[in-house]
């Protein structure tokens, strides 16, 4: 990694400086989620309000797990632990279908010898720059008509294929030298099988990124569902955390409880995968 | 066909069920069809829709011309709407970007748990918006929340608390910060990427001609960004413009219509009011802004 800052035989001159300036920002940019992870902890909303304004907000003196075991088992108006195993469903089977379906075409596009594909490949380029929010409307009314309101195919098969993610693939399957297609032609391979068992294996870090890229977007849908879905046997966990918001009273214990759980696994998986996090960021930039 | 044949000629493979272009049609297929279905058709549907009176709930549809385009232009709530996110982009993209490359700049450093904090940063890059949300909303209590204490502290109670997300003249600006905090570590990265493909042989020049560190980062540095720069504040201004989720659970564009927004009228012609023409209209003059931004991205790189 280069170091564009000091040069070599360079001394730094304000090296305590720079790292009590760096450690002060950086705790104040993770301090809200800190105080999120510790309001989740407190007993009631009026404790975390009357708490709220003094470095109690940074302390629980009587730590429960109340707010949690109320989350996950109450099933009245709010039934968050159903919001929960809707998403993790959503999210298994968009990544499941979505895996294969970008990955296949995303090969057919950069080996293949299909007549068209050039064609495709241009559609597919000039489609990622419409936005999610200016197709949402006009898909909703295609789901009423087919009756997949409420459902979670509705909210799985629109996510099977994308523009970007194919792009993405396509994008790493070029570079992939062309004597490694050629000889698995050579020994007889057909193209799945070229796919399956040549391109995939050797293809783990690009459908890591966007698997993780898949993912973020699946878990953290909100306008979709908010449009497609009415009961709560298909909300996903954004649009039920949002439902915390009252229009007298937010439920701010609750709130947060279903906030941190909703963040723990994506942390979890961040701190596993941090380089290929940030990779999948930087790469789903070409996004325009 | 199905008898590959290897430069020897050795090699016979059995008769295969499918001829190899078949293969590839059908793992084309798939994502074709889904993207045909749930993309290129709602997309090509909006133009016609936006052209006609039609609702959510089934009716007998009529063609109405550019009305909807009218009604839409004609309606101060729009040009509200359009005025926020403007409002809106012009104080997060400089805020977001501006932040996100000083961060970059200084984790680029040599510094002792250099890894920690760049891990840290980014931290709320991957916090959800509805999360975010919940946490900021209670940041911004009136009137008892945090930075109404902070704020009260450090003038010594001479500034009184203010409702941020309730008044009209701070309730962009709130919203302005919690985007940025929630997304600078895109732009953090972006830019450290960038930082890191500045070749260190211009330094090393920089440095042989006398250049201090502001002179490095003006004549070596910024130029070196450029294309970064671009491609970092086009894409920070087309996720500016589609400002929706935090919008939607904390103000639902309030207050008094002081943080609507363009995807926020959308929802609320659209799905709470039913209608669909309208709606598409919307959403067209949406998709028209940002293909007007994308091509500006490719005039200028």
Redesign the interface.
Known sequence: ???????PG?S?KFPVI??V???V??LV??S??F??VV?SLKPDRFQ???E???FK?FWVSNPTVQNYLDILTFSGNQPFARYLLNSVFILVATLAGGM???S??A???AC????G?TL?LT??IG?Y???Q??????????M?KIGLTDTFAAQI??F????LY?FLLYQFFSQIPRDLYDAA????A???EI?WKVFIPVSLPALATVAILMG?ES??Q??WP??VTQSNSAKP??VG??G??GADS?Y?NL??A??VV??AP??GF?LMF?KW??SS??SS?V?? | MSL?Q??TGA?Q?PK?W?K??Q???L??L??????A???????L??FP?SLTN?R?I?RPVKFVGLKNYIEVLTDPVFWQALWNVTRFTAMVVPVQCGFALA?A????????FRNF?R?????????????V???????F?FP???L??IIGFVTFGMAGPVDWLGTESSSMPAIVLLSA?QAY??QM??YL?G??S?P?DL??AA?LDGAK?WGRFRY??WPGLRQTNI?VI??TT?QAF?L??QI???TQGGPRDSTNTV?QY??NV??VGQK?GL??AV??I??LI??AI?LL?NATS
């Not at chain 1, 032609?185 to 007889?188: H, I, N, S």
């Not at chain 2, 700049?105 to 002792?112: F, R």
């Open positions: 990694m280069s170091d564009n800052s000091l040069l360079e730094d720079k790292f300036s760096i450690s920002i950086t940019i993770v809200p989620l105080l999120l309001a975390i309000l009357a709220m304004g003094s907000a294969l379906f970008n296949m075409a090969f057919v596009l293949g010898g299909i007549k594909r495709v559609l597919m489609l720059i419409v936005p929010e200016s197709i949402v409307l006009p898909l909703l009314n295609i009423n098969l629109p099977w294929a994308s523009p194919i032609v050579v020994d007889g057909s193209p799945f796919y973020i878990w953290n909100y306008l908010l449009l966990i954004a955390i949002a915390f918001f937010t701010w709130a947060m279903a906030s909703m963040m994506v942390l961040y941090q996090f940030v960021v930087i930039g996004k325009g | 590959h290897g430069p090699l493979r295969r499918l190899p272009r293969q590839e049609f793992m084309l798939p994502a074709c069809v889904v993207v279905l749930f993309l290129l058709l709602p997309f549907m909006s829709i039609e959510l089934p961060m700049l200084m984790i680029n450093q040599k510094l002792p904090f891990g840290a940063l980014f931290l709320p890059a991957i916090t959800s918006m509805t999360v949300c919940v946490i900021w909303g209670t940041l209590q008892t929340g945090p109404n204490q905090w570590g895109f990265v972006v990427a930082l890191q500045i260190n330094y090393e440095r560190t070596v540095t491609f086009i894409i087309i589609k929706f989720t939607n659970i904390l995807v959308m929802y659209g799905f669909l709606a598409s959403a067209v949406l998709f940002v293909l994308s991205r």
